[in-house]
């Protein structure tokens, strides 16, 4: 708006305001506008990113619409969560062979199976963290989901991994809630090639052999003892089943979990997250290796999610599986124990502490029996499990 002499009229201006006033604060403007910029840049270019190396690794991640909006054309039936800050990441190991990459890892295999679902529970304070393991072999009931031609499945009880394979990361996210009545407030899928890129990002993860390994299938052949193993060789150490212990899938995901402990412990260790020159390539391979909910897919995001993790104690960082046993019509199939599963999903929901015990332990895992009486609370119940703090190596 101007007045009869062509001056500029600004709406917000007092009687004694002017022009040279305006000009005055813009200036003043643009000069905090610009030292921030420049602190910002300054703090990148300190951690070796930049401008551009900060804009490639956010441009890296693959953001996963297609699923927010399927979990938006269901949210009125998802769970309510419970206790604020707390968050919960479905991680969700992908077995596609989709990629050049990935292809080499069985030919004439189609679609994807969620071949690892780990639900990390991040406690609101985060002084804890607890991951659960998914068994994909466990029975569970799959809702009506999208699939990739459009049409919507049937509803089914199937195998957990049917889930992934028939609807994807979203499908896997509704079944997850409905057997637990966990929100899942994120997800992380990661493929065979982006699992190897972060094993070699850090300069591989040693692990602990009792005896040679030789896996014709697994494309593994390892000696006894100590061994830090590249990307290829990691990949295949976490997927085999034959050559390592039982053979069953239930060793396969406590060898899943050892070594995420070891991966965990050596980045910690040797001081990834303070080096910039060790950072770099590990946000490129993480990053590129990543497809998240659109929330979390962008470095600004992740760093969010990174920045709740960086403190919490490895002894604070619990493993365990979800509590299971075999499927009563088919003993390679599993179905959940009770009223132990719900008790976990419970703590869960509620954000209270997670206590594992190992397997090989003398303690006997505790119950839950009520309240409490005169000598106050009901100890929490403990889980079959392990902390990050506890090596493959003794």
């Known amino acids: 708006m101007t007045d009869t002499a062509g001056r500029s009229l600004g709406s917000g201006r007092g009687p004694g305001a002017s022009a040279t006033g305006d000009g005055l604060i813009r200036r003043r403007r643009r000069r905090l506008r610009n030292s921030a910029l420049g602190a910002a840049a300054l703090l990148l270019a300190a951690a070796g990113v930049g401008w551009a190396g900060y804009a490639r690794l956010s441009a890296n991640i693959t953001p996963d619409e297609a699923a927010a909006a ?10 309510t969560a419970l206790v604020r800050d707390a968050q ?10 989709a990629g050049e990459a990935n292809r080499a890892y069985g030919k004439g295999v189609r679609g994807q199976r969620s071949d690892t679902t780990i639900l990390l529970h991040l406690a609101a ?28 499945s049937d509803p089914v009880f199937a195998m957990f991994n049917h889930a992934y394979e028939v609807g994807g990361s979203a499908c896997t996210i509704r079944t997850v809630e409905k057997l637990t009545g966990i929100r899942v407030d994120h997800h992380m899928v990661l493929d065979f090639a982006g699992f190897k890129e972060i094993v070699d990002a850090v300069d591989g993860v040693e692990v602990c052999l009792e005896q040679p390994v ?9 000696p006894a003892g100590r061994v830090t193993l590249n990307g290829e060789q990691a990949l295949g150490y976490v997927r085999a089943r034959k050559s390592l212990g039982n053979g069953s899938d239930t060793e396969r995901i406590k060898r899943q979990q050892r070594f995420l402990g070891a991966l965990v412990d050596k980045v910690r260790d040797d001081d990834i997250l303070l080096n910039p020159v060790k950072l770099y390539p590990l946000l490129d391979a993480a990053t590129s290796a990543l497809t998240t909910d659109p929330e979390l897919a962008s470095l600004r995001g992740l760093y969010r999610l990174a920045r709740g993790l960086r403190d919490i104690p490895t002894e604070q960082v619990r493993f365990l599986t979800v509590p299971r046993r075999s499927y009563v019509y088919d003993a390679n199939r599993d179905q959940l124990v009770e009223p132990e599963a719900e008790k976990l999903f419970g703590q869960l929901r509620t954000d209270q502490p997670v ?16 309240a409490g009486g ?8 403990t889980f079959r499990g392990y902390t990050a703090a506890e090596h493959t190596c003794a």
């Open 125 to 152: 304070d985060r002084t804890s963290a607890t991951a659960v393991s998914l068994p994909r072999d466990l029975m569970v009931d799959i809702p009506s989901c999208r699939q990739e031609d459009g049409t919507r």
């Open 70 to 79: 399927e979990l938006a054309r269901y949210e009125r039936e998802r769970p």
């Open 355 to 370: 206590a594992v015990s190992p397997e090989n332990s003398q303690e006997v895992p505790r119950d839950v029996t009520g």
């Open 214 to 222: 030789d896996d014709k299938a697994a494309k593994l052949r390892l």
């Open 374 to 381: 005169p000598d106050g609370p009901s100890p929490a119940p």
């Open 88 to 97: 919960n990441i479905l991680l969700i190991g992908s077995d596609t062979r």
